[in-house]
């Protein structure tokens, strides 16, 4: 069964920095791209990074390029997303999801909210 | 960037009676076309991608269709579970790939 665990969420300020982790488990992670998607409160879906299977290709929104960056470490079946100059309009769920093209898991994701 | 329009906004259903849901790509996306199911808080659901193939563990009774602008996900005799926000998503035009606003499926 696939298991995609996030972790790292929490309360920044606004010009912060967070990283995200997404613990893969029950796939062959090193085979699969993976993303991130979000989805700010009582809002809907986001998508903002993903990254190919063996890391060499990422993919951003316009919205977050530059100050986020995507990474994996496919000996610890582990997605990252670091983000910095966290803004107001960052406050989401952050979701990881099996693939970059449609999205077969996700995880139960992990909440950052932006605030002063 | 491909914007996706859903519509209604809400739906209120009984239980048991079909549920027709619309999504509306600004360009051509062929069948690269997905629907999501998402309970409050809960993460999303894959229930169809290829626009009309039902993801492992999808009911029979979640159908998708449409190809080119135009989609539409039906859901044939509404159970219990099936009250959700339902989200079609693009990944014609990608990346990014974008999502629709959602369907709110209620109870009537």
Request: charged share 15%; aromatic share 10%.
């Amino acid at each position: 069964e696939v298991q995609l665990l996030e972790s790292g969420g929490g309360l920044v300020q606004p010009g912060g920095s967070l990283r995200l982790s997404c613990a893969a488990s029950g796939f062959t992670f090193s085979s699969y791209a993976m993303s991130w998607v979000r989805q700010a409160p009582g809002k809907g879906l986001e998508w903002v990074s993903g990254i190919s299977g063996n890391g060499d290709n990422t993919y951003y929104a316009d919205s977050v390029r530059g100050r986020f960056s995507v990474s994996r470490d496919n000996s610890k079946n582990t997605l990252y997303l670091q983000m910095s100059s966290l803004r107001a309009g960052d406050t989401a769920v952050y979701y990881c999801a099996q693939g970059v093209m449609k999205f077969h898991s996700w995880g139960q994701g992990t909440l950052v909210p932006v605030s002063s | 960037e491909m914007v996706m329009t859903q519509s209604p906004a809400t739906l209120s259903v009984s239980p048991g009676e079909r549920a027709t849901l619309s999504c509306r790509a600004s360009q051509s996306v062929s069948s690269n076309l997905a629907w999501y199911q998402q309970k409050p808080g809960q993460a999303p659901r894959l229930l169809i991608y290829g626009a009309s193939t039902r993801a492992t563990g999808i009911p029979a009774r979640f159908s998708g269709s449409g190809s080119g602008t135009e989609f539409t996900l039906t859901i044939s005799s509404l159970q219990s579970e099936d009250f959700a926000v339902y989200y079609c998503q693009q990944y014609s035009n990608w990346p990014p790939v974008t999502f629709g606003g959602g369907t709110k499926v209620e109870i009537k």
